[in-house]
Structures are given as C-alpha cells and as structure tokens.
C-alpha cells in the first residue's frame, strides 16, 4: 500500500483495517473475522427534547454494541458536534479490542449524540441525556451494557444516566454505568486512571529499551482528563513537560513546564494552556495545536482528539516514542510515516487501557458493595496494566509485528478463541 493511499481511509475504514488485518495474519477460518469486523448491533435514535425557551427540538444519536462475545458492552457516550455513527462504530471497534488486550471479561461498545454540549444549558443537556437514555434502556443494564463518559460527557451526565435507567427498572442501579460520582458508588482513582496509564505504558516501553522517564523531555497534545493527569505523573516520575497544546495553541519551555501554576490558572478560569502565562506561545488557536509534535523532545503523547497527527505532522515529530492517549491519534498514514523513521508507537488500545480498567474495577466495587481506597485501585489498575503490557510486548517480539498490528491481533485473537468456544447460534 502507498502511503497516498493511506490518506483516503476514513476512522471507520481504517478501525475496520487493522480488524481485518489481524484477521488475515490469524489465518481466521470460516469468515470469523466478518462476524468480528461487524458491530452485533447499532442503534440509530431520535432524541426530541424541549430547549430551555419551551420550543421543541430534536438531535440525533447512536448506541453501538461491536462485540459482546467475552462479557457486557462497555464504552463511553460522546458529545460532540462533529460525532456520526461511522466515528461511533470505529470507536467502538477500538472498545472491543481494547478490553480484549487488556484481559478484562467485557466487550466492546460506544455511543454519542450529534451536538456541542458548549452550546446548551445544562437543563437542556440533562434533558437531551434522559432522552437518549430511555431511548436505548432497554439494550443497557450491568449484565448488558455499561456506559462510561468521553469527550463532552463527564460525572453528572453519567448521574443522570444512572437515575434514567434506575428509575425505568424500579431501583437503583449504580452498576449500570462507570465514571458516576463518588457519592454514587464512582470509583476513586477513576479521573487519573487513563494519565497513569499513558504514563505507565512509557514506562514500561523504556523499561525495555534499558531507560527510565527520568529526564525525559515529553510533549502533550491535550490539557483535558487524560493529558492533563498524563503531564502531572509523568512529572512526578521525573520527566520534563516541555510542551503543551490544546484548543488555544501550544506552549514550550525546555527546562519543563511549570505544571502547578497552570493548574492555578485553570483554577482560576483560564480556558487554554497557551493563555496561562507559562512558558513561550509557539502557536495560537487550535490550528496551533499540531505544533507541539514538531517540538524537540523524546516522547510525544497525543492525549485530545482522534486524527490528529496526520502525514505532515508525522514527518515532524523528532521523538523517538509516541504514546496514543487519545483514541486513534493517528491516522493509517502517520502510523505509515513513523514506522518509516523508526519512531516506536504504542497504540492506542493498551496505550490508555488504564482508564476502562478503572470503570472495570469500579463495576466490580458494584458488584460486591465494596468501596476500595484511592491508593489500593491505583495499584490494582497499574497490576493490569503491566500484566496486559508483558503480553502484548511478548506476541510483538515472538511474531516480529510492529506494536499496532501485534495488538490489534493479540485483541481479535481473544475474540476469536471466545467465539470458537461458544460456537454458533443457532
Ligand atoms: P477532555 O475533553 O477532558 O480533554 C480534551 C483536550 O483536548 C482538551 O485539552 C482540549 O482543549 C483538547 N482539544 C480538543 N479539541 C482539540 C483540537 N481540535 N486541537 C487541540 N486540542 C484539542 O477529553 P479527555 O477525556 O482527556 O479525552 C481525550 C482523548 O482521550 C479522547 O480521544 C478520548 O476518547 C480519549 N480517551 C479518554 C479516556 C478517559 O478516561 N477520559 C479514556 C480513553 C481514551
């Protein structure tokens, strides 16, 4: 394949790909893999609510359940202006792969609605969620389906999924979703979950390359949930944050970055690292975001949007390690381009696994009415995380594949035994 090629692949094209990639490697008989590639259902919704003026409105959104061979659906809801159903299918295939590579029994799903949260009350996006909710209560439940937040979700909007779903079956159902509140039988140790694992997957890839985070120079796209806890732990490993970007645009500094001052700004109201009166603005607004992967530096860690890093900025990155703490950061190109100049990336579906194998631990505190403390699930998530790492790093070096292929056939390997064991119905 060309890497012109490479650029016409859309998220879902590519998520379907590296699927059927994996496939082929495996020599998967009896068409397996089309049961694979194929979501087992999409759920298409309307969702008509009243705006905050009494007039009526309608948007649109989807619940896709990709793979449900190995345990429930488990995947986060989006809120985006940008989301369609094909980015929530790709998105949801990397769900399922995902859970498989990190050995946690759930399956794959994702769901998201059509709108820019930024642009609504929060009357009305407690009303759009209820909706949404009730729409597709009958294909959630802990044993079914359970949602997480993503991008433009948080906390409450999973609150308020729980009370729905609760209130259509009669009591209350903590386990019906993860990232809820505390008060709500949330998980401590959830908000960091994936930045520590983004951090530990570095870790433990350097570990390999007989080196440590220590001195390291890193640069982070993103500022939001999993860059920012990504930047604070990879620091106190002893790493440099010299480069930061976000919406506003980038910043550098390369003795590191003064993180405990921009966390004040941000206390403080500031909306963007790039307004925070730290370091040197390199770029402005968002099209000055792709700067911070040009920025000198040894790891660079996409941590905002998918398709971010591109041919072009591919071709700048001087690092010689990317760690993907967004989901698909880079597009099929990108990942062409690097593996050309030798930069070693880990892939998104370990890379920040840290984050459902927190939601899976909080399902478990469910489960048993337990509470664990802060420090005993950080441990628990780091232990997975490790395990997940030793095998995914054995098959890399057993088969010879560079890093995305060996995962993505370590996860459908995992799904394919499962279906085989379970056979099929009728
Ligand atoms: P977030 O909303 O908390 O933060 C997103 C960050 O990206 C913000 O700093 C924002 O300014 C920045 N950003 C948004 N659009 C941008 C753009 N066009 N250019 C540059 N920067 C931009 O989101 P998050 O929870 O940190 O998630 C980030 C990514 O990580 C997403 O791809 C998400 O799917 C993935 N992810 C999140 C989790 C999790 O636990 N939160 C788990 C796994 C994967």
Same mark, same amino acid.
Request: aromatic residues 6%; hydrophobic residues 45%; proline residues 4%.
């Given at each position: ?7 016409t692949?859309s ?5 379907e790909?590296? @699927?059927? &990639?994996?496939?082929e490697?495996l020599?998967? =008989?009896?068409g397996l893999?089309?049961t694979i ?12 609510f009243?705006r905050?003026?009494?007039s009526?409105d309608?948007?649109i959104?989807w619940r896709?359940h990709h793979?449900?061979?190995r345990? %429930? ?8 202006? &940008? @989301? ?19 050995n946690?029994p759930?399956g ?8 820019? %949260?930024?642009?609504?009350?929060q009357s =009305?996006i407690e009303r759009i969620?209820r909706?949404? +909710?009730?729409?597709?209560?009958s294909?959630?439940?802990p044993?079914k389906d359970?949602?997480?937040p993503d991008?433009?979700t948080?906390?409450q909007v999973m609150? !308020?999924v729980?009370?729905?779903? *609760? ?5 209350a159902?903590?386990g019906?979703v993860?990232?809820?509140p505390?008060e709500?039988?949330g998980?401590?140790g959830r908000e ?5 694992g983004?951090?530990e ?7 390999k ?12 796209q993103?500022?939001?949930?999993v860059?920012s806890?990504?930047?604070r ?7 440099l944050?010299?480069g930061?970007s ?5 910043i ?9 001052r ?10 963007? @690292? ?14 000055? *975001?792709?700067? +911070?992967?040009?920025?000198p530096?040894d790891?660079v860690?996409?941590c ?7 041919e ?6 001087t690092a010689?390690l990317?760690? &993907?703490?967004a989901?698909g950061?880079?597009?099929?190109g990108?990942d062409?381009?690097?593996? &050309?100049r030798?930069?070693?990336v880990i892939?998104?579906?370990y890379a920040n696994?840290g984050?459902v194998?927190?939601?899976?631990? =909080? ?8 509470? !664990?403390?802060?420090d ?7 232990d ?5 790492f030793?095998?995914f790093?054995a098959?890399?070096q057993e ?9 993505s056939?370590l996860?459908v390997k995992t799904i394919?035994?499962?279906?085989r064991m379970?056979?099929l119905?009728?």
């Open positions: 394949m060309t890497t012109a090629s490479y650029q692949y998220a879902l094209e590519a998520a790909l590296r @699927v059927r &990639e994996a496939g490697w020599k998967l =008989e009896d893999i089309e590639v194929r979501p087992r259902r999409i759920i298409e919704v309307a969702i008509p009243r905050d003026d009494g009526r309608q948007l959104g896709v793979n449900t061979t345990g %429930p659906a488990k995947g986060g809801i989006r809120y985006h202006h &940008e @989301v369609n159903r094909d980015e929530v299918v790709a998105l949801a295939i990397g769900r399922s792969l995902k859970t498989a590579i990190a946690l759930l794959g799903a994702k769901g998201g609605i059509c709108f820019d %949260p930024k642009k609504y009350s =009305e969620t909706r949404y +909710v009730s729409e597709i209560s294909f959630l439940g044993d359970v949602p997480a991008v433009g948080n906390a609150a !308020w729980m009370d729905q779903y *609760s209130t259509g079956v009669g009591h159902t903590p019906v993860t990232g809820k505390i709500l039988g998980s401590l960091s979950a994936t930045g520590r983004v951090v997957a570095a870790a433990l890839m350097l570990a390359q007989g080196t440590t985070l220590q001195g390291k120079r890193i640069a982070i993103g500022y939001g949930q860059g806890w990504a930047a732990l990879a620091a106190a490993r002893g790493a944050i010299v930061l976000d919406v506003g645009g980038t550098y500094d390369d003795k590191g970055l003064d993180l405990a921009i966390d004040q700004a941000f206390r403080d109201g500031v909306r963007s @690292v790039a307004d925070c009166g730290v370091g040197e603005v390199v770029a402005a607004g968002d099209k000055g *975001s792709a700067a +911070v992967f040009g920025l530096c790891i860690m996409p905002a949007l998918g398709d971010a890093v591109g072009a900025e591919a071709q700048s990155i010689k990317v760690v &993907e703490g989901n950061p880079l597009t099929p990108a062409h381009v690097l593996a &050309e030798g930069v070693v892939p998104d579906v696994a984050g194998t927190c939601s899976y631990l =909080e399902q478990c505190q469910n489960f048993a009415h337990l509470t !664990w403390d802060e005993e699930v950080n441990a628990r998530v780091i997975l995380m490790r395990a997940a030793e095998k790093y098959f890399a088969s010879g594949l560079p890093y995305r292929l060996a995962a056939v996860g394919a035994d499962a279906h379970r056979g119905h009728p």
